[in-house]
Protein backbone atom coordinates (compact mmCIF):
# COMPACT_ATOMS: atom_id res chain seq x y z
CA UNK A 1 0.00 0.00 0.00
CA UNK A 2 2.78 2.32 0.83
CA UNK A 3 5.03 1.54 -2.04
CA UNK A 4 1.83 2.08 -3.90
CA UNK A 5 1.34 5.71 -2.65
CA UNK A 6 4.78 6.58 -3.49
CA UNK A 7 4.75 4.83 -7.05
CA UNK A 8 1.93 7.23 -7.70
CA UNK A 9 3.30 10.32 -6.83
CA UNK A 10 6.39 9.41 -8.95
CA UNK A 11 3.97 8.57 -12.14
CA UNK A 12 1.41 11.98 -11.09
CA UNK A 13 3.85 14.38 -13.67
CA UNK A 14 3.86 11.33 -16.47
CA UNK A 15 -0.03 11.48 -15.97
CA UNK A 16 -0.78 14.83 -16.12
CA UNK A 17 -1.26 15.76 -12.56
CA UNK A 18 1.48 17.42 -10.62
CA UNK A 19 2.20 16.73 -7.23
CA UNK A 20 2.37 19.56 -4.49
CA UNK A 21 3.16 20.20 -0.88
CA UNK A 22 -0.18 18.60 0.21
CA UNK A 23 0.60 15.91 -1.89
CA UNK A 24 3.76 15.00 -0.10
CA UNK A 25 2.51 15.86 3.56
CA UNK A 26 -0.16 13.24 3.07
CA UNK A 27 2.20 10.55 2.01
CA UNK A 28 4.91 11.80 4.69
CA UNK A 29 2.45 11.49 7.37
CA UNK A 30 1.22 8.00 6.10
CA UNK A 31 4.95 7.19 5.93
CA UNK A 32 5.84 8.07 9.60
CA UNK A 33 2.72 6.77 10.98
CA UNK A 34 3.94 3.01 9.91
CA UNK A 35 7.68 3.94 10.87
CA UNK A 36 9.38 4.33 7.82
CA UNK A 37 11.16 7.27 8.62
CA UNK A 38 13.64 6.43 5.96
CA UNK A 39 11.62 6.81 2.75
CA UNK A 40 10.03 9.76 4.63
CA UNK A 41 12.96 12.19 4.89
CA UNK A 42 13.90 10.96 1.38
CA UNK A 43 10.56 12.55 0.26
CA UNK A 44 11.35 15.56 2.36
CA UNK A 45 14.95 16.11 0.81
CA UNK A 46 13.03 15.34 -2.57
CA UNK A 47 10.11 18.39 -1.88
CA UNK A 48 13.43 20.75 -1.06
CA UNK A 49 15.15 19.89 -4.37
CA UNK A 50 11.89 20.36 -6.58
CA UNK A 51 10.67 23.30 -4.73
CA UNK A 52 8.04 25.58 -5.99
CA UNK A 53 4.73 24.46 -4.98
CA UNK A 54 6.38 21.59 -3.43
CA UNK A 55 8.33 23.34 -1.10
CA UNK A 56 7.83 21.80 2.51
CA UNK A 57 5.71 23.98 4.56
CA UNK A 58 5.30 24.33 8.43
CA UNK A 59 3.04 21.09 8.55
CA UNK A 60 5.74 19.26 6.84
CA UNK A 61 8.83 20.13 9.33
CA UNK A 62 6.60 19.65 11.73
CA UNK A 63 5.39 16.30 10.81
CA UNK A 64 9.22 14.75 10.33
CA UNK A 65 9.76 16.84 13.97
CA UNK A 66 7.25 14.79 15.50
CA UNK A 67 8.04 11.30 13.78
CA UNK A 68 11.34 11.55 15.37
CA UNK A 69 10.82 12.38 18.16
CA UNK A 70 8.57 9.82 18.54
CA UNK A 71 11.86 7.70 17.71
CA UNK A 72 13.61 9.25 19.92
CA UNK A 73 16.06 10.48 18.05
CA UNK A 74 16.35 14.31 18.92
CA UNK A 75 19.32 15.11 17.45
CA UNK A 76 17.88 15.21 13.92
CA UNK A 77 14.56 16.48 15.42
CA UNK A 78 16.35 19.93 16.66
CA UNK A 79 18.17 19.55 13.33
CA UNK A 80 14.87 19.73 11.31
CA UNK A 81 13.78 22.55 13.85
CA UNK A 82 16.91 24.60 13.40
CA UNK A 83 16.61 24.31 9.60
CA UNK A 84 13.20 25.89 9.94
CA UNK A 85 14.17 29.15 11.06
CA UNK A 86 17.10 28.88 8.13
CA UNK A 87 14.11 28.39 5.82
CA UNK A 88 12.43 31.08 6.97
CA UNK A 89 9.47 28.45 7.98
CA UNK A 90 8.13 29.74 11.42
CA UNK A 91 7.75 26.88 13.79
CA UNK A 92 3.90 26.67 14.98
CA UNK A 93 2.39 25.47 18.60
CA UNK A 94 2.38 21.87 17.10
CA UNK A 95 5.67 22.17 16.20
CA UNK A 96 7.09 23.02 19.47
CA UNK A 97 4.33 20.70 21.51
CA UNK A 98 6.26 18.05 19.53
CA UNK A 99 9.80 18.38 20.97
CA UNK A 100 8.78 19.25 24.48
CA UNK A 101 6.99 15.57 24.42
CA UNK A 102 10.22 14.36 22.00
CA UNK A 103 12.20 16.05 25.43
CA UNK A 104 10.02 14.56 28.15
CA UNK A 105 10.30 11.13 26.38
CA UNK A 106 14.01 10.80 26.83
CA UNK A 107 13.71 12.55 30.62
CA UNK A 108 15.78 16.20 29.25
CA UNK A 109 12.97 17.96 31.54
CA UNK A 110 14.97 21.07 31.62
CA UNK A 111 15.73 21.48 27.76
CA UNK A 112 11.65 20.74 27.67
CA UNK A 113 10.89 23.73 30.33
CA UNK A 114 13.63 26.06 28.28
CA UNK A 115 11.85 25.40 25.06
CA UNK A 116 8.61 26.47 26.81
CA UNK A 117 10.01 29.91 27.58
CA UNK A 118 11.48 30.09 23.86
CA UNK A 119 8.14 29.33 22.04
CA UNK A 120 6.13 31.93 24.28
CA UNK A 121 9.97 34.29 23.61
CA UNK A 122 8.71 33.36 19.64
CA UNK A 123 5.14 34.38 20.06
CA UNK A 124 4.08 31.35 20.45
CA UNK A 125 1.30 30.73 23.15
CA UNK A 126 1.47 27.34 24.51
CA UNK A 127 -2.11 25.88 24.37
CA UNK A 128 -3.33 23.32 27.52
CA UNK A 129 -2.33 20.30 25.25
CA UNK A 130 1.61 22.08 25.30
CA UNK A 131 1.11 22.49 29.60
CA UNK A 132 -0.19 18.94 29.60
CA UNK A 133 2.71 17.41 27.34
CA UNK A 134 5.18 18.77 29.64
CA UNK A 135 3.28 18.32 33.68
CA UNK A 136 3.15 14.39 31.90
CA UNK A 137 6.19 14.28 31.23
CA UNK A 138 7.37 15.80 34.50
CA UNK A 139 4.62 13.09 36.60
CA UNK A 140 6.46 10.29 34.74
CA UNK A 141 9.70 10.94 36.04
CA UNK A 142 8.89 11.48 39.58
CA UNK A 143 9.26 15.42 39.53
CA UNK A 144 5.46 15.93 41.03
CA UNK A 145 6.08 18.91 42.66
CA UNK A 146 7.73 20.94 39.33
CA UNK A 147 4.48 19.42 37.45
CA UNK A 148 2.35 21.31 40.78
CA UNK A 149 4.18 24.40 40.12
CA UNK A 150 3.52 24.20 36.53
CA UNK A 151 -0.24 23.62 37.10
CA UNK A 152 -0.22 26.85 38.87
CA UNK A 153 1.86 28.87 36.29
CA UNK A 154 -0.24 27.67 34.01
CA UNK A 155 -3.74 28.79 35.56
CA UNK A 156 -1.76 32.55 36.65
CA UNK A 157 -0.94 33.00 32.98
CA UNK A 158 -4.41 32.43 31.76
CA UNK A 159 -4.39 29.02 30.45
CA UNK A 160 -7.33 27.48 31.95
CA UNK A 161 -6.24 23.14 32.45
CA UNK A 162 -8.79 20.78 30.92
CA UNK A 163 -9.79 16.94 32.63
CA UNK A 164 -6.79 15.88 31.31
CA UNK A 165 -4.51 17.92 32.99
CA UNK A 166 -6.41 16.89 36.22
CA UNK A 167 -6.08 13.43 35.34
CA UNK A 168 -2.11 13.27 34.71
CA UNK A 169 -1.15 15.23 37.79
CA UNK A 170 -4.00 12.99 40.22
CA UNK A 171 -2.33 9.62 38.54
CA UNK A 172 0.85 11.15 38.75
CA UNK A 173 0.19 11.50 42.53
CA UNK A 174 -1.07 8.21 42.99
CA UNK A 175 1.57 6.55 40.96
CA UNK A 176 3.85 8.14 43.74
CA UNK A 177 1.46 7.23 46.69
CA UNK A 178 0.49 10.48 47.61
CA UNK A 179 -3.48 9.10 47.16
CA UNK A 180 -4.23 12.28 50.09
CA UNK A 181 -2.92 15.23 47.76
CA UNK A 182 -4.74 12.85 44.73
CA UNK A 183 -7.85 13.31 46.35
CA UNK A 184 -7.75 16.79 47.09
CA UNK A 185 -6.90 17.42 43.87
CA UNK A 186 -10.13 16.14 42.90
CA UNK A 187 -11.94 18.12 45.32
CA UNK A 188 -10.04 21.28 44.20
CA UNK A 189 -10.82 20.60 39.83
CA UNK A 190 -14.50 19.81 40.98
CA UNK A 191 -14.64 23.64 42.60
CA UNK A 192 -12.82 25.27 40.18
CA UNK A 193 -15.76 23.65 37.88
CA UNK A 194 -14.25 21.12 36.37
CA UNK A 195 -16.66 18.28 36.12
CA UNK A 196 -14.16 14.79 36.56
CA UNK A 197 -14.33 12.11 34.23
CA UNK A 198 -15.03 8.18 34.60
CA UNK A 199 -11.12 8.13 33.89
CA UNK A 200 -10.68 10.43 36.92
CA UNK A 201 -12.14 8.23 39.35
CA UNK A 202 -10.87 5.40 37.70
CA UNK A 203 -7.44 6.43 38.23
CA UNK A 204 -8.35 7.11 41.51
CA UNK A 205 -10.07 3.69 42.51
CA UNK A 206 -6.56 2.21 41.46
CA UNK A 207 -4.46 4.54 43.38
CA UNK A 208 -6.59 3.73 46.93
CA UNK A 209 -6.74 -0.12 45.93
CA UNK A 210 -3.18 -0.42 45.23
CA UNK A 211 -2.28 1.77 48.50
CA UNK A 212 -4.64 -0.80 49.78
CA UNK A 213 -7.83 1.76 50.62
CA UNK A 214 -10.20 -0.74 49.46
CA UNK A 215 -12.76 0.55 51.50
CA UNK A 216 -12.29 3.85 50.41
CA UNK A 217 -12.33 3.00 47.13
CA UNK A 218 -15.50 1.37 47.21
CA UNK A 219 -17.33 4.39 48.68
CA UNK A 220 -15.75 6.20 46.11
CA UNK A 221 -17.34 3.91 43.50
CA UNK A 222 -20.62 4.93 45.12
CA UNK A 223 -19.84 8.20 45.22
CA UNK A 224 -19.08 8.45 41.05
CA UNK A 225 -22.45 6.41 40.52
CA UNK A 226 -24.49 9.20 42.92
CA UNK A 227 -22.99 12.02 40.74
CA UNK A 228 -24.07 10.20 37.83
CA UNK A 229 -20.78 9.13 36.68
CA UNK A 230 -20.94 5.63 35.10
CA UNK A 231 -18.29 3.29 35.89
CA UNK A 232 -16.44 1.16 33.03
CA UNK A 233 -14.61 -2.02 32.77
CA UNK A 234 -11.62 -0.34 33.84
CA UNK A 235 -13.28 1.18 36.96
CA UNK A 236 -14.13 -2.36 38.02
CA UNK A 237 -11.23 -4.28 36.84
CA UNK A 238 -9.16 -1.69 39.09
CA UNK A 239 -11.46 -2.63 42.13
CA UNK A 240 -11.78 -6.35 41.05
CA UNK A 241 -7.96 -6.49 41.45
CA UNK A 242 -7.42 -3.99 44.80
CA UNK A 243 -9.83 -7.29 46.08
CA UNK A 244 -8.06 -9.84 45.27
CA UNK A 245 -4.58 -8.27 46.23
CA UNK A 246 -5.89 -7.57 49.72
CA UNK A 247 -7.71 -10.81 51.25
CA UNK A 248 -11.30 -9.95 49.34
CA UNK A 249 -11.41 -13.18 46.48
CA UNK A 250 -15.16 -13.41 47.43
CA UNK A 251 -16.39 -9.97 47.66
CA UNK A 252 -14.19 -9.64 44.51
CA UNK A 253 -16.73 -12.76 42.62
CA UNK A 254 -19.53 -10.41 44.07
CA UNK A 255 -18.24 -7.34 42.15
CA UNK A 256 -17.66 -9.32 39.27
CA UNK A 257 -21.86 -10.15 39.21
CA UNK A 258 -21.89 -6.91 40.39
CA UNK A 259 -21.22 -5.29 37.33
CA UNK A 260 -22.38 -8.18 34.73
CA UNK A 261 -25.97 -7.25 36.02
CA UNK A 262 -25.38 -3.63 36.23
CA UNK A 263 -24.69 -4.40 32.38
CA UNK A 264 -20.81 -3.98 31.94
CA UNK A 265 -19.54 -6.38 30.32
CA UNK A 266 -16.07 -7.80 31.72
CA UNK A 267 -13.21 -8.03 29.41
CA UNK A 268 -9.82 -10.68 29.10
CA UNK A 269 -8.02 -8.30 31.79
CA UNK A 270 -10.87 -8.44 34.32
CA UNK A 271 -11.27 -12.03 34.15
CA UNK A 272 -7.10 -12.48 34.41
CA UNK A 273 -7.29 -10.22 37.41
CA UNK A 274 -9.77 -12.85 39.02
CA UNK A 275 -8.13 -16.30 37.80
CA UNK A 276 -4.64 -14.69 39.04
CA UNK A 277 -6.59 -14.00 42.75
CA UNK A 278 -7.88 -17.52 42.69
CA UNK A 279 -4.66 -18.93 41.87
CA UNK A 280 -2.55 -16.65 44.27
CA UNK A 281 -5.08 -18.20 47.27
CA UNK A 282 -4.47 -21.40 46.20
CA UNK A 283 -7.84 -22.01 44.33
CA UNK A 284 -7.04 -23.50 41.34
CA UNK A 285 -10.25 -25.83 41.01
CA UNK A 286 -12.13 -22.42 40.64
CA UNK A 287 -9.37 -20.52 38.72
CA UNK A 288 -9.66 -23.24 36.07
CA UNK A 289 -13.87 -23.45 36.21
CA UNK A 290 -13.81 -19.31 35.25
CA UNK A 291 -11.31 -19.79 32.88
CA UNK A 292 -14.00 -22.16 31.10
CA UNK A 293 -16.76 -19.56 32.10
CA UNK A 294 -15.26 -17.09 30.30
CA UNK A 295 -14.77 -18.87 27.18
CA UNK A 296 -18.75 -20.23 26.97
CA UNK A 297 -19.32 -16.49 27.80
CA UNK A 298 -17.57 -15.74 24.53
CA UNK A 299 -14.63 -14.12 26.09
CA UNK A 300 -11.32 -15.14 24.50
CA UNK A 301 -8.94 -16.06 27.08
CA UNK A 302 -5.19 -14.58 26.23
CA UNK A 303 -1.29 -15.41 26.33
CA UNK A 304 -2.07 -13.80 30.03
CA UNK A 305 -4.51 -15.70 30.86
CA UNK A 306 -3.33 -18.62 29.88
CA UNK A 307 0.35 -17.72 31.46
CA UNK A 308 -1.55 -17.19 34.69
CA UNK A 309 -2.71 -20.25 34.83
CA UNK A 310 0.39 -22.42 33.84
CA UNK A 311 2.29 -20.43 36.88
CA UNK A 312 -0.44 -20.93 39.37
CA UNK A 313 -0.48 -24.94 38.59
CA UNK A 314 2.86 -25.15 38.55
CA UNK A 315 3.30 -23.32 42.49
CA UNK A 316 0.50 -25.78 43.51
CA UNK A 317 2.84 -28.75 42.01
CA UNK A 318 0.23 -29.69 39.83
CA UNK A 319 2.95 -30.14 36.80
CA UNK A 320 1.69 -32.37 34.58
CA UNK A 321 -1.99 -30.35 34.67
CA UNK A 322 0.11 -27.36 33.55
CA UNK A 323 1.52 -28.99 30.50
CA UNK A 324 -1.43 -30.10 29.27
CA UNK A 325 -2.76 -26.44 29.71
CA UNK A 326 0.29 -25.54 27.34
CA UNK A 327 -0.66 -27.97 25.00
CA UNK A 328 -4.44 -26.71 24.54
CA UNK A 329 -3.16 -23.14 24.61
CA UNK A 330 -1.45 -24.21 20.98
CA UNK A 331 -3.90 -26.56 20.21
CA UNK A 332 -6.42 -23.28 20.43
CA UNK A 333 -4.00 -21.31 18.44
CA UNK A 334 -2.72 -19.19 21.42
CA UNK A 335 1.22 -19.04 21.69
CA UNK A 336 2.56 -19.06 24.43
CA UNK A 337 5.78 -16.68 25.51
CA UNK A 338 8.68 -16.54 27.33
CA UNK A 339 6.73 -15.84 30.81
CA UNK A 340 4.63 -19.17 30.02
CA UNK A 341 7.78 -21.37 29.59
CA UNK A 342 10.23 -19.64 32.25
CA UNK A 343 6.54 -20.39 34.76
CA UNK A 344 7.11 -23.69 33.36
CA UNK A 345 10.69 -24.46 33.79
CA UNK A 346 10.24 -22.46 37.22
CA UNK A 347 7.72 -25.74 38.42
CA UNK A 348 9.62 -28.32 36.71
CA UNK A 349 13.05 -27.04 38.34
CA UNK A 350 11.33 -26.75 42.00
CA UNK A 351 9.15 -30.10 41.69
CA UNK A 352 12.22 -31.94 41.08
CA UNK A 353 12.03 -32.22 37.55
CA UNK A 354 15.17 -30.46 36.43
CA UNK A 355 15.80 -32.55 33.09
CA UNK A 356 12.26 -32.21 31.94
CA UNK A 357 12.96 -28.62 32.04
CA UNK A 358 16.27 -28.24 30.22
CA UNK A 359 14.60 -30.36 27.99
CA UNK A 360 11.61 -27.34 27.65
CA UNK A 361 14.65 -25.46 27.17
CA UNK A 362 15.48 -26.78 24.05
CA UNK A 363 11.83 -26.90 22.85
CA UNK A 364 10.97 -23.17 23.43
CA UNK A 365 14.28 -22.24 21.25
CA UNK A 366 13.64 -25.03 18.53
CA UNK A 367 9.92 -22.67 18.55
CA UNK A 368 11.54 -19.33 18.16
CA UNK A 369 11.40 -18.73 21.57
CA UNK A 370 13.61 -16.81 23.26
CA UNK A 371 14.57 -17.61 27.39
CA UNK A 372 15.71 -14.34 28.33
CA UNK A 373 17.56 -13.64 31.92
CA UNK A 374 15.12 -14.80 34.30
CA UNK A 375 14.78 -17.89 32.38
CA UNK A 376 18.28 -18.84 32.54
CA UNK A 377 18.51 -17.26 35.92
CA UNK A 378 15.12 -19.98 37.50
CA UNK A 379 17.44 -22.87 35.42
CA UNK A 380 20.63 -21.91 36.95
CA UNK A 381 19.10 -21.70 40.48
CA UNK A 382 17.53 -25.26 39.79
CA UNK A 383 20.77 -26.91 39.38
CA UNK A 384 22.31 -24.94 42.56
CA UNK A 385 19.48 -25.98 44.60
CA UNK A 386 19.71 -29.65 43.23
CA UNK A 387 23.83 -29.21 44.25
CA UNK A 388 24.56 -29.19 40.37
CA UNK A 389 26.69 -26.23 40.74
CA UNK A 390 28.69 -27.26 37.36
CA UNK A 391 25.80 -27.35 35.01
CA UNK A 392 24.71 -24.39 36.55
CA UNK A 393 28.64 -22.83 35.67
CA UNK A 394 28.06 -24.72 32.81
CA UNK A 395 24.57 -22.71 31.91
CA UNK A 396 26.16 -19.06 32.85
CA UNK A 397 28.53 -19.21 30.03
CA UNK A 398 26.21 -20.68 27.84
CA UNK A 399 23.89 -17.93 28.08
CA UNK A 400 26.78 -15.34 27.28
CA UNK A 401 27.74 -17.03 24.33
CA UNK A 402 24.09 -17.28 23.14
CA UNK A 403 24.21 -13.17 24.07
CA UNK A 404 22.17 -13.24 26.81
CA UNK A 405 23.79 -10.87 29.80
CA UNK A 406 23.89 -12.12 33.38
CA UNK A 407 22.24 -9.86 35.63
CA UNK A 408 23.14 -9.18 39.22
CA UNK A 409 20.44 -11.94 40.30
CA UNK A 410 22.26 -14.49 38.21
CA UNK A 411 25.45 -13.64 39.93
CA UNK A 412 23.81 -13.94 43.35
CA UNK A 413 21.86 -17.13 42.76
CA UNK A 414 25.91 -18.85 41.26
CA UNK A 415 27.32 -17.27 44.12
CA UNK A 416 25.01 -18.50 47.12
CA UNK A 417 24.64 -22.28 45.55
CA UNK A 418 28.72 -22.09 45.52
CA UNK A 419 28.74 -20.63 49.10
CA UNK A 420 26.48 -23.42 50.57
CA UNK A 421 28.36 -26.25 48.57
CA UNK A 422 31.48 -25.00 50.91
CA UNK A 423 33.11 -23.57 47.18
CA UNK A 424 34.09 -19.99 49.15
CA UNK A 425 36.70 -19.34 47.06
CA UNK A 426 35.09 -19.79 43.72
CA UNK A 427 31.95 -18.04 45.15
CA UNK A 428 35.26 -15.06 45.88
CA UNK A 429 36.26 -15.10 42.26
CA UNK A 430 33.15 -14.88 40.72
CA UNK A 431 32.60 -11.92 42.71
CA UNK A 432 35.47 -10.30 41.36
CA UNK A 433 34.33 -11.53 37.54
CA UNK A 434 30.99 -9.99 38.17
CA UNK A 435 32.58 -6.87 39.07
CA UNK A 436 35.27 -6.48 36.06
CA UNK A 437 32.53 -7.52 33.96
CA UNK A 438 30.84 -4.18 35.28
CA UNK A 439 27.93 -5.90 37.28
CA UNK A 440 27.54 -4.25 40.31
CA UNK A 441 26.93 -6.81 43.19
CA UNK A 442 24.21 -5.86 46.06
CA UNK A 443 23.40 -6.67 49.51
CA UNK A 444 22.01 -9.99 48.74
CA UNK A 445 25.53 -10.84 46.89
CA UNK A 446 27.52 -10.07 50.00
CA UNK A 447 25.44 -11.65 52.48
CA UNK A 448 25.30 -14.44 50.51
CA UNK A 449 29.44 -14.56 50.81
CA UNK A 450 29.10 -13.24 54.67
CA UNK A 451 27.10 -16.11 55.43
CA UNK A 452 29.26 -18.89 53.12
CA UNK A 453 32.12 -17.70 54.87
CA UNK A 454 30.68 -17.67 58.52
CA UNK A 455 29.22 -21.35 57.99
CA UNK A 456 32.94 -22.39 56.71
CA UNK A 457 35.23 -21.38 59.45
CA UNK A 458 35.47 -17.89 57.63
CA UNK A 459 34.41 -15.86 60.08
CA UNK A 460 37.50 -12.94 60.18
CA UNK A 461 37.31 -13.02 56.26
CA UNK A 462 33.37 -11.90 56.95
CA UNK A 463 33.74 -9.21 58.92
CA UNK A 464 36.24 -7.42 56.27
CA UNK A 465 33.89 -8.51 53.62
CA UNK A 466 30.80 -6.69 55.60
CA UNK A 467 33.69 -3.36 55.84
CA UNK A 468 34.55 -3.98 52.26
CA UNK A 469 30.78 -3.57 51.37
CA UNK A 470 30.04 -0.49 53.69
CA UNK A 471 33.51 0.65 51.75
CA UNK A 472 32.26 0.32 48.36
CA UNK A 473 28.37 1.79 49.19
CA UNK A 474 26.71 -0.95 49.57
CA UNK A 475 24.39 -0.75 52.93
CA UNK A 476 23.72 -4.32 54.74
CA UNK A 477 20.86 -4.57 55.94
CA UNK A 478 19.62 -6.79 58.49
CA UNK A 479 19.71 -9.95 57.44
CA UNK A 480 23.17 -9.50 56.76
CA UNK A 481 23.94 -8.51 60.14
CA UNK A 482 22.10 -11.04 61.84
CA UNK A 483 24.18 -14.11 59.38
CA UNK A 484 27.13 -12.10 61.23
CA UNK A 485 25.76 -12.14 64.91
CA UNK A 486 24.82 -15.77 63.86
CA UNK A 487 28.12 -16.77 62.69
CA UNK A 488 29.77 -14.61 65.79
CA UNK A 489 27.90 -16.94 68.67
CA UNK A 490 27.99 -20.01 66.79
CA UNK A 491 32.05 -19.37 67.05
CA UNK A 492 31.29 -18.52 71.19
CA UNK A 493 32.53 -14.96 70.43
CA UNK A 494 29.25 -13.44 72.18
CA UNK A 495 30.56 -10.37 73.05
CA UNK A 496 31.81 -9.26 69.68
CA UNK A 497 28.19 -10.27 68.79
CA UNK A 498 27.09 -8.29 71.27
CA UNK A 499 28.88 -4.99 69.85
CA UNK A 500 27.76 -5.52 66.17
CA UNK A 501 24.76 -5.61 67.56
CA UNK A 502 25.12 -2.29 69.12
CA UNK A 503 26.68 -1.29 66.01
CA UNK A 504 24.14 -2.23 63.80
CA UNK A 505 22.24 0.03 66.39
CA UNK A 506 24.00 3.14 66.10
CA UNK A 507 24.13 2.79 62.22
CA UNK A 508 20.28 3.19 61.70
CA UNK A 509 19.35 -0.32 61.65
CA UNK A 510 16.95 -1.75 63.78
CA UNK A 511 17.46 -5.46 64.98
CA UNK A 512 14.48 -7.73 64.68
CA UNK A 513 12.89 -10.33 66.78
CA UNK A 514 15.05 -12.99 64.46
CA UNK A 515 18.42 -10.89 65.65
CA UNK A 516 17.37 -11.39 69.70
CA UNK A 517 16.62 -15.06 68.81
CA UNK A 518 20.12 -16.05 67.83
CA UNK A 519 21.60 -13.74 70.53
CA UNK A 520 19.34 -15.69 73.14
CA UNK A 521 20.89 -18.79 71.75
CA UNK A 522 24.28 -17.60 71.96
CA UNK A 523 24.41 -16.34 75.18
CA UNK A 524 22.32 -19.71 76.54
CA UNK A 525 24.95 -21.70 75.11
CA UNK A 526 27.47 -19.55 77.14
CA UNK A 527 25.49 -20.07 80.08
CA UNK A 528 24.88 -16.48 80.16
CA UNK A 529 21.07 -16.47 81.76
CA UNK A 530 21.37 -13.02 83.22
CA UNK A 531 22.27 -11.44 79.78
CA UNK A 532 19.68 -13.29 78.27
CA UNK A 533 17.39 -12.02 80.85
CA UNK A 534 18.54 -8.28 80.52
CA UNK A 535 17.74 -8.58 76.68
CA UNK A 536 14.73 -9.96 76.67
CA UNK A 537 13.80 -7.06 79.05
CA UNK A 538 15.21 -4.44 76.44
CA UNK A 539 13.66 -6.42 73.76
CA UNK A 540 9.98 -6.05 74.29
CA UNK A 541 9.68 -2.32 74.55
CA UNK A 542 12.46 -1.83 71.74
CA UNK A 543 12.24 -4.19 69.10
CA UNK A 544 9.62 -6.44 67.78
CA UNK A 545 7.61 -8.63 69.91
CA UNK A 546 8.82 -12.44 70.89
CA UNK A 547 7.58 -15.18 68.96
CA UNK A 548 7.28 -18.93 69.83
CA UNK A 549 11.29 -19.39 68.84
CA UNK A 550 12.15 -16.80 71.75
CA UNK A 551 9.55 -18.47 74.08
CA UNK A 552 11.09 -21.86 73.39
CA UNK A 553 14.81 -21.13 73.80
CA UNK A 554 14.47 -19.67 77.03
CA UNK A 555 12.17 -22.02 78.64
CA UNK A 556 14.55 -25.08 77.14
CA UNK A 557 17.65 -23.19 78.32
CA UNK A 558 15.90 -22.25 81.88
CA UNK A 559 15.34 -26.26 82.52
CA UNK A 560 19.00 -26.91 81.13
CA UNK A 561 20.27 -24.51 83.98
CA UNK A 562 17.67 -25.81 86.50
CA UNK A 563 15.45 -22.81 86.50
CA UNK A 564 12.06 -25.02 86.20
CA UNK A 565 10.26 -22.82 88.78
CA UNK A 566 10.81 -19.70 86.39
CA UNK A 567 10.43 -21.65 83.16
CA UNK A 568 6.98 -22.95 84.77
CA UNK A 569 6.02 -19.34 85.20
CA UNK A 570 7.02 -18.25 81.16
CA UNK A 571 4.77 -21.04 80.16
CA UNK A 572 2.04 -19.80 82.10
CA UNK A 573 2.36 -16.18 80.66
CA UNK A 574 2.65 -17.78 77.53
CA UNK A 575 -0.72 -19.81 77.90
CA UNK A 576 -2.11 -16.16 79.75
CA UNK A 577 -0.77 -14.45 76.77
CA UNK A 578 -2.79 -16.93 73.62
CA UNK A 579 -6.24 -17.46 75.92
CA UNK A 580 -6.20 -13.26 76.31
CA UNK A 581 -5.94 -13.17 72.70
CA UNK A 582 -2.50 -11.44 73.10
CA UNK A 583 -0.36 -14.07 71.30
Known amino acids: MRDAAVMLLHKMPKLGA ?38 PDVFTYTTIIDGLCKESDLTKAFHFYQQMYSMEVKPDIVTYTSLINGLCKVGALDKAEKLLLTMVYEDQEPNVVTYNTLIDGLCKHGEIERAMVLLHSMKSE ?9 NILIDGLCKHGEIERAMVLL ?17 LIDGLCKNAKIERAMELLHSMKSEGHKPNVVTYSSLIDGLCKHGGIERAMILLHTMKSEGYEPDVVTYSILIDGLCKHGDIERAMELLHRMKSEGHEPDVVTYSILIDGLCKNAKIERAMK ?5 KSEGHKPN ?39 NILIDGFCKHGEIERAMELLHRMKSEGHEPNVVTYSILIDGLCKNAKIERAMELLHSMKSEG ?6 TYSSLIDGLCKHGGIERAIILLHTMKSEGYEPNVVTYNILIDGLCKHGEIERAMELLHSMKSEGHEPDVVTCNILIDGLCKNDEIEKVKELVHSMIPEWYEPNAVTYSNLIVNLCKNGETAKAKELLYKISSMIFDGQA
Open 18 to 55: VPNVFSYNILINGLLSYGNTDLALQLFFKMVKIGGQCE
Open 158 to 166: GHEPNVMTY
Open 187 to 203: HSMKSEGHEPNVMTYSI
Open 325 to 329: LLHSM
Open 338 to 376: VVTYSSLIDGLCKHGGIERAMILLHTMKSEGYKPNVVTY
Open 439 to 444: HKPDVV
